[in-house]
């Protein structure tokens, strides 16, 4: 690796959190969904952040590989088992194995439907691009993240094969250099 390649590995990770930081704020989040989550349209976005965000974002630090997503969340479910709804959940954003490696979510939060009369939580992932990938199809690793936002729900969102307590998820990709 040149020097060369060493500033323009570290400018990218610096762009990389800045946008993380901008991205991840309530408000900013809030307005995100107003624009592209149909459960959210015609929604004040202070509404929505001030009511329908639960807890805080969790920015680049759950796992998306398997047996990492929801370790965290189930061990602190475990410590507080009780039957009424919690508002608030803490998972991790990566996701990990020892063949696959590990993968980061870049910003994971749950949010409440504004319009059901009962309690539905949104998993929502928001990935941030610098450019298009050109050695795989983006489309297609927008379907495996939200595939490991749906299958990390079990024992967590749903137990055994409870499958109707799944909740919905959306994987929401912004690429900022995209070709038109």
């Known amino acids: 690796m040149t020097a060369g390649d060493e500033w323009l590995r570290e400018r990218n990770a610096q762009y990389d959190q ?20 149909t459960e959210f349209a015609g929604v004040p976005v202070r509404d929505i952040a ?14 998306v590989n398997r047996d990492k997503t929801n370790a965290p969340r189930k061990a602190q479910q475990e410590h507080d088992r009780t039957d009424a709804p919690r508002d608030v959940r803490q998972d991790r954003n ?18 409440k439907a ?3 009369g009962g309690l539905i939580t949104l998993i929502i992932n928001v ?10 199809d983006i489309l297609k690793r927008a379907v495996y993240y939200a595939s490991r936002l749906i299958s990390a729900q079990k024992e967590t969102e749903f137990r055994g094969s409870d499958y109707n307590g799944i909740r919905k998820v959306y994987t ?7 070709p038109e």
């Open 18 to 37: 800045a946008a993380k930081k901008v991205l991840s704020q309530r408000k900013m989040l809030a307005w995100i969904l107003s624009r592209v989550v």
């Open 50 to 63: 001030d009511k329908y965000i639960v807890g805080e974002p969790e920015v680049g630090t759950t796992p």
């Open 94 to 111: 990566e996701d990990g194995t020892t063949t696959e490696g590990t993968i980061y979510f870049d910003i994971r939060f749950h949010a």
């Open 114 to 116: 504004p319009r059901t």
């Open 127 to 136: 990935e941030a691009q610098k450019s298009k990938p050109s050695e795989y």
């Open 172 to 178: 929401i990709w912004l690429c900022m250099r995209a």
